[in-house]
């Protein structure tokens, strides 16, 4: 569910497609410029939804060409999310030559059905997405893949479009697959917190784009970027930093990150100007644009670290770190006429250590359900590489010279909104492996199997203010690890009638959860007790007193008998008693329950510790994240 597909992107050929299911009950939704011919064996189904956005947001103007009142994808990112996915394999694949090589989704096999809920000018309707979610689960699809979010502050669960359209779905059986949000690396901004939807936290990937800056004293820094000498910067031109060419009516500090229209056009021309992020003025878009728009050729932005790069057009543009940009600016105030030219871009594979959790992705804990441990998980999401829609950059031509309007077929994009289609492809191969596995059942494989290590062994590091080691609040279960997932050992399923129990500890009314659960239902128990004992693959204690004991269910889903045995490693700051600390299971004994006794040692208005519980039978180690908070008094903000 996104802005819909371009289906002449060679990832939905369909050749070495299956024939589509007889199950399917989908349809191909024809309108401008998109014709049943456009569904194939890839695309098996297609809709579109305007109603909604038009009813909230006002009539949808198609006609000058930036939009299609069809499922055809005038923005990029739904074919970026539906071929990170599902696409199939594309040779030679690449991004203005760049990050070339294979290129595949997730599940490369898998159908791909597109609904088409979100529109060019910004905004998806409400109204828009839950018929989308009503036909989606009519149609028959497995797996929904959720690239989108509203922003903070949380609506209820039984107020939140996707919480409610979520629900359906994973009632039906359909897993949901949902971006944490890009609103990090701050606590308490991850989005999409309900817990039977599988919330995808975004990392790093080993690949790099280093870009050589060559200095008039030959000296060489380097950045990041995506530049390939279209405009010829292969050559030396002055270096200017926007403080020094402010425009009259400019302060310096807004010239230094070049605000909008704080440049002096006639000093800017024919430069090459660096300039530094601030506080107020992070984007490095709005500098290119400033930049652009005061004649300068080309942008050096400096700023803290973080490994996802920007593209610019228009403009040839690196980023750097504040080091790097201060050694610039040592080598400009020690010569009259500084000088720099730009090498171009390079892809490099292996030497840059991954993943890390990348510096937007939004963290925990869940500002709605803080004993809800979000997010989930976390897989690629920082310079990933994806099919595109080449009508996308139309719109941006007031910045781009008339004789050059680039056209991509593949584009570089970051966001979590790259790394929910990874799992949702992940979870389409592990539903095709356990075709009767619920979707409580499928998170919980993907979070218990999950690594905590980097590719070198080292703990995974978060990217942030600054850089520290990671926590569940950052990655959840962890950096996903498909091939384990595959066979968990044990997994801790749920139900409906869980997360309807789930809903009325949360003290939502009566009428409300009936709705949401389009039955009558009467909540019995609303104690808050039951939001600690969720089957879910963590533990999340958001207020320990002195001691609280919580219970979970784990299944065995391996063929063989097994005997498992626990091991703890306690969150610091406190005791945890695991019993019984066997579970013995054969083939009648599918199911066990246990109990965990958490003890707090301190007497004190704690912060969130980590521990986890580790379940062990030889073959399979099952892990769960523990989190925990000592408190005194409770609703004791968290300062």
């Not at 430069?271 to 652009?292: M, P």
């Not at 050059?404 to 593949?410: L, V």
């Amino acid at each position: 569910m996104d802005t819909g597909i371009w289906p002449e992107s060679e990832s939905f050929k369909d050749e070495n497609m299956g024939e589509i299911p007889p199950r399917w009950n989908g349809i191909c939704q024809e309108g401008e410029g998109f014709n049943r011919s456009n569904c194939n064996r890839k695309i098996i189904g297609a809709r579109w939804y305007v109603k909604g956005y038009e009813a909230e947001f006002g009539t949808l103007n198609s006609s000058d060409g930036v939009e299609f009142l069809s499922p055809r994808d005038a923005v990029g990112h739904g074919t970026h999310t539906s071929s990170t996915a599902a696409g199939g394999m594309v040779k030679d694949a690449s991004f203005l030559g760049l990050a070339q090589g294979l290129a595949r989704g997730g599940a490369p096999l898998a159908w791909l059905a597109i609904y088409k809920i979100c529109w060019a000018p910004g905004g998806c309707s409400s109204a828009d997405l839950l018929a989308a979610f009503d036909d989606a689960t009519f149609d028959g699809v497995d797996v929904i893949s959720l690239s989108l979010g509203s922003s903070l502050p949380l609506s209820t669960y039984v107020d939140d479009i996707i919480s409610i359209g979520s629900f359906h779905a994973v009632a039906k059986g359909i897993s949901v697959v949902c971006s944490a949000g890009n609103s990090g690396p701050y606590p308490q901004t991850v989005i999409n917190t309900a817990p039977w939807v599988i919330t995808v936290a975004a990392s790093t990937i080993d690949r790099a784009f280093p870009t050589a800056i060559t200095m008039g004293n030959n000296q060489t820094v380097v950045g990041q970027a995506f530049y390939n000498g279209k405009e010829d910067l292969n050559k030396f031109y002055p270096i200017v930093i926007g403080k020094d060419i402010a425009a009259f009516d400019a302060d310096e500090g807004s010239a230094r990150s070049c605000e909008s229209g704080t440049l002096n056009a006639t000093l800017v021309r024919g430069k090459i100007v660096i300039c530094f992020q601030s506080e107020f003025q992070r984007s490095a878009a709005t500098a290119a644009r400033t930049v652009l728009d005061s004649g300068g050729v080309g942008l050096i932005f400096a700023k803290f670290p973080t490994k996802d790069v920007h593209f610019s057009f228009g403009i040839p543009y690196i980023q750097v770190d504040f080091a790097i940009g201060t050694s610039l600016l040592t080598y400009m105030e020690a010569n009259r006429n500084p000088i720099v030219k730009f090498s171009f871009t390079k892809t490099v594979i292996g030497q840059q250590i991954s993943p890390e959790v990348a510096f937007f992705s939004s963290r925990g804990p869940s500002s709605l359900s803080p004993s809800v441990l979000k997010p989930d998980i976390a897989a690629p999401g920082v310079n990933i590489l994806a099919s595109w829609s080449p009508v996308s950059n139309l719109e941006q031509t007031d910045h781009v010279t008339p004789n050059y309007i680039p056209q991509f077929n593949f584009k570089v994009e970051s966001g979590t909104s790259m790394s929910c289609p990874h799992i949702s492809g992940i979870v389409a191969l592990l539903k095709a492996i356990h075709p009767t596995w619920s979707p409580a059942a499928i998170k919980s494989a993907i979070v218990t199997t999950a690594s905590l290590k980097d590719e070198y062994a080292q703990s995974i590091v978060a990217e942030g203010a600054p850089h520290k080691q990671a926590d569940p609040f950052d990655y959840g279960g962890g950096h996903v690890d498909p091939n384990k997932a595959m066979d968990p050992g044990l997994v801790y399923d749920m139900e409906v009638s869980d997360y309807v129990r789930f809903l009325c500890a949360m003290g939502y009314n009566n009428s409300a959860i009936s709705l949401m659960n389009r039955a009558s239902t009467t909540c019995n128990d609303k104690s808050t007790k039951f939001l600690v004992n969720l089957n879910l693959p963590s533990i999340t204690i958001p207020e320990l007193k002195k001691s609280i004991t919580v219970s979970r269910q784990v299944t065995n889903v391996s063929p063989m008998n097994a005997v498992y045995t626990a091991r703890v490693q306690a969150p610091a700051g406190t005791t945890v008693r695991v019993g019984p600390s066997t579970l013995t299971f054969n083939s009648t004994r599918k199911k066990l329950k246990f109990k965990v006794t958490f003890y707090s040692r301190l007497r004190v208005q704690g912060r969130y510790s980590f521990g986890n519980l580790f379940w062990e039978d030889g073959i399979h180690v099952v892990r769960i994240p523990l989190i925990v908070r000592t408190i005194i008094d409770e609703f004791y903000a968290e300062t």
